[in-house]
């Protein structure tokens, strides 16, 4: 059983990595700068974080693509994530309502098994090999 449970957090590093990773570059233009979903400061993609709106300890909206969004480290990991800005600029992005609408979905319960890591990590890898073209 610990060995099982070691094997998934592996797993759920790995996936954390390669979603971080398809978020930035997803988020980046053409020469491969982000603007951070908050305060609007650019910086190379490697250099920015993948943001939470909602807390990457929900597991039901950790990999939810709408939830995440390229936020420069000061924003991410000293200003809280500037939680109500990042709401504010999904609703923007990606229609009104759309925070409300993450808000709620992770208050349900999710599990992810061995199966579904796998399957994410080769769609993220997969992502990010399209957008490195």
Known sequence: MFYKKK???????????????????????ENGYCTCITCQKTLPWSEVDAGHFVSRARLSTRYNEKNVNAQ???????????????????????????????VALSSKRSKLTQTDYDALILLYRSKVALLKK
């Open 7 to 29: 094997q998934q957090s592996g797993k759920k590093h790995t996936l954390d990595t390669v979603f971080s990773r398809y978020i930035r570059l997803r988020d980046a233009d």
């Open 72 to 102: 420069c480290r000061h924003c991410n990991r000293f200003c809280a994530g500037m939680q109500y800005e990042h709401g504010k600029a999904i609703d923007k992005k990606h229609g009104a309502g759309t925070a409300d609408s993450i």
